[in-house]
């Protein structure tokens, strides 16, 4: 079936140094997107990838989408503590009504 | 604009009974989704309504159930209630197509089981 894995589950750093989060499709995905949720808080959409290869940039988190549409990257320059939260990957399969599949999501927690 | 807005905020029910949580869409949009999410988990996919009918279901018993009424406001019923459900129970709405499917969230009812 169609699933969007994502890893790894936690993350612990210290504050500016950076972070990474993967996600990953075996089939081919039509856009993904990513979302974060704050401690006590709801999820917010980020950003939207739909071209193959696309790398996007919001100040220090750089978002790519993988060549063969199947796998994208959240990335964090220099982690800060307000970056702390759950990253969420959300994957969009063509046909039917573009059904969105979250991933596990990663917790991140930053360490002053 | 509105955001998505759900209603109760919180939520205390007991073994057994039955519950029923609220969510209003961001005007315009369609498609409505539920998620329940345990403390700190993920997203557990319950339902997906548009235009008026379900169009996906997540891996949950049958005594989950909701609708979305000709407003594209939706209902969430859970009957039966057992400890497990206690969780933050979270609507996003969105409109459809390709490309445009993002979910714009709600805060979400807490639901507590006792």
């Known amino acids: 079936g169609q699933q969007v894995m994502q890893i790894p589950q936690y993350q612990h750093v210290q504050e500016g140094e950076d972070f990474t989060t993967y996600c990953n499709s075996s089939?081919?995905?039509?856009?993904i997107q990513w979302y974060k949720q704050r401690p006590g808080g709801h999820p917010v959409f980020l950003i939207q990838?739909?071209?193959?290869?696309e790398v996007k940039k919001q100040k220090r988190l750089t978002f790519q989408f993988g060549e063969a549409k199947k796998n994208s990257s959240l990335h964090i320059t220099a982690t800060q503590t307000t970056d702390v939260g759950t990253y969420f990957c959300?994957?969009?399969?063509?046909?039917?009504?573009?059904?969105?599949?979250f991933g596990a999501g990663t917790r991140l927690a930053v360490h002053p | 604009e509105a955001g998505v807005t759900q209603s109760p905020t919180h939520l205390i029910k007991t073994r057994g009974q039955q519950a029923t949580l609220r969510c209003s869409p961001i005007?315009?949009?369609?498609?409505v989704y539920w998620y329940q999410q345990a403390l700190g988990l993920g997203l557990q996919f319950l339902l997906w309504?548009?235009?008026?009918?379900?169009?996906n279901r997540g891996n949950f018993p049958p005594r989950f159930s909701g609708r979305q009424f000709p407003n594209y406001s939706s209902e969430l019923n859970v009957n039966a209630l057992e400890l497990e459900d206690s969780a933050l129970y979270l609507c996003?709405?969105?409109?459809?197509?390709?490309?445009?499917?993002?979910?714009?969230f709600g805060a979400g009812t807490r639901l507590s089981v006792l």
């Open positions: 996003a709405s969105s409109l459809r197509g390709a490309g445009k499917n993002i979910q714009y």
């Open positions: 089939t081919t995905l039509s856009n």
């Open positions: 990838l739909v071209k193959s290869g």
């Open positions: 959300a994957g969009s399969f063509s046909g039917g009504y573009n059904k969105l599949i």
């Open positions: 005007s315009g949009h369609t498609s």
């Open positions: 309504y548009d235009e008026g009918e379900e169009r």
